[in-house]
C-alpha cells in the first residue's frame, strides 16, 4: 500500500472496535481512545479499579494491531535495570554483555506503575520521550513503533508512590476506565474467563501503521481552533486571566498550576487523528471537545480548595468547555 485515504482510514477503525468487541464487552470508546493516542504517537495512563479488563484491552490491543507485547508489573522493590536492560559481566570472556530490558517492545504495559519508587518510573523517561534506552554508555534505539500503557488503581494509596509531574506530561491521554452498565456486566459475568481465549484477527502491520500516522499529518485544522485550543489552556492559568474573567476565575481558583504548551500540542495531535478516523480531513471543534478530558485532566494540578469541595479535574474541565465560546 503506497497511500491510504480517509476513507480507507475509517474503515479501518470500524474493523479495530469490530475485532476488539469479541473480546471486551462495552470497551468502545476506550478501544478508540486508545487507538487514537497511538496513531498520534503519544502513550497512555490508563486508570481504574481491579478487574475492569485493563490488562486485557491492553493485550488485545496489540494481538489485533499484529505489535509485539510485554508487561512489567511494577512494584515497591523493582529497580530501574529491572524495566531498561543491564550490563552482565561474563567470567569466561571478561567482558560485559548486555541485556535487555522488557521495554525492549512495541507495545509495553507497565502495571500498577504507581506502586514502583520514583527512581524507577524515572527510568521510563528517555524511553518514553525520546523513544531510546541508555544502558553503561551506549544508547540503544527501542523499536518502532513503541506505545506505553501505564495503569493505576485510584482507590488504594497503600504502598504507593504519586507520579511526578514530568513523568505525567509524558502520557499524552489519560484515560479513567468505569464499571460496566448493567446489560454490559450480565454479558461479562455470563462469559467469565472466556474473553482471553476467543480468538481476533490481525488487521495491521508496521507499515499500515506508518501509513495512518502520515495521512493524519495532512489532516487541516483551522486557525480560529488553534485559537480555540490556546483559550482552553489559557484559562487552566490561573495568572494568565484578566481580573474581569469572572466565570473563569470562580473554576480555576481550584487550580494551582494548568496545562503546559505540550497539552495543546497533545489536543490538536488528538484531534486530527479523531477526524481522520471519522473519514474527514479537517478537524471539527467536536474533536477537539471530544479528546479535552483525556488530554487535561492529568496534567492540570489542583489545590487544596478543590480537595475541600470535593471537586474533580474533569469537573473543572467540563467547565471550563462550557465557559470558553465554540468558533
Not at 504507593?160 to 454490559?184: G, H, M, Q, S, W
Not at 499500515?208 to 495532512?218: K, P, V, W
Request: a negative charge; glycine letters at 4%.
Amino acid at each position: 500500500m503506497e497511500k491510504l485515504t480517509f476513507e480507507q482510514a475509517k474503515k479501518i477503525s470500524e474493523r479495530i472496535q469490530s475485532e476488539a468487541a469479541k473480546r471486551l464487552v462495552g470497551q468502545e470508546k476506550l478501544v478508540n481512545d486508545i487507538l487514537t493516542a497511538f496513531i498520534a504517537g503519544g502513550h497512555v495512563l490508563l486508570e481504574g479499579v481491579p478487574g475492569l479488563a485493563k490488562t486485557l484491552t491492553v493485550k488485545t490491543f496489540s494481538e489485533i494491531l499484529n505489535l509485539d507485547f510485554k508487561r512489567i508489573q511494577f512494584t515497591p522493590d523493582l529497580l530501574p535495570a529491572d524495566v531498561t536492560g543491564t550490563l552482565i559481566y561474563d567470567q569466561n570472556t571478561g567482558k560485559f554483555s548486555v541485556r535487555k530490558g522488557p521495554v525492549f517492545t512495541n507495545v509495553l504495559l507497565a502495571d500498577e506503575i504507581n506502586r514502583a519508587p520514583a527512581k524507577v518510573q524515572s527510568a521510563m523517561l528517555e524511553a518514553m520521550e525520546e523513544k531510546q534506552v541508555t544502558i553503561g554508555e551506549t544508547t540503544y534505539t527501542l523499536p518502532a513503533p513503541f506505545f506505553v500503557l501505564a495503569t493505576q488503581n485510584p482507590v488504594e494509596q497503600e504502598g504507593t508512590y504519586n507520579l511526578p509531574e514530568a513523568e505525567l506530561d509524558r502520557f499524552l491521554v489519560k484515560l479513567v476506565i468505569t464499571y460496566p452498565e448493567a446489560a454490559n456486566e450480565k454479558l461479562i459475568v455470563k462469559t467469565a474467563g472466556k474473553a482471553p481465549e476467543i480468538p481476533v484477527s490481525r488487521l495491521l502491520n508496521t507499515e499500515h501503521i506508518q501509513l495512518l500516522r502520515d495521512l493524519s499529518e495532512t489532516v487541516n485544522c483551522d486557525d480560529k481552533l488553534i485559537d480555540y485550543i490556546v483559550s482552553i489552556l489559557n484559562v487552566t492559568r490561573p495568572s494568565k486571566l484578566e481580573k474581569n474573567q469572572d466565570a473563569a476565575h470562580d473554576i480555576t481558583r481550584y487550580i494551582t498550576f494548568g496545562a503546559s504548551p505540550r497539552a495543546g500540542i497533545a489536543l490538536l495531535q488528538c484531534a486530527k487523528v479523531t477526524a481522520m478516523l471519522n473519514g474527514r480531513d479537517f478537524v471539527l471543534p467536536e474533536d477537539i471537545k471530544s479528546n479535552a478530558l483525556n488530554v487535561l485532566r492529568h496534567r492540570i494540578q489542583l489545590s487544596y480548595e478543590a480537595a475541600a469541595d470535593n471537586i474533580s479535574a474533569d469537573e473543572i474541565i467540563s467547565r471550563i468547555m462550557e465557559i470558553i465560546p465554540v468558533p
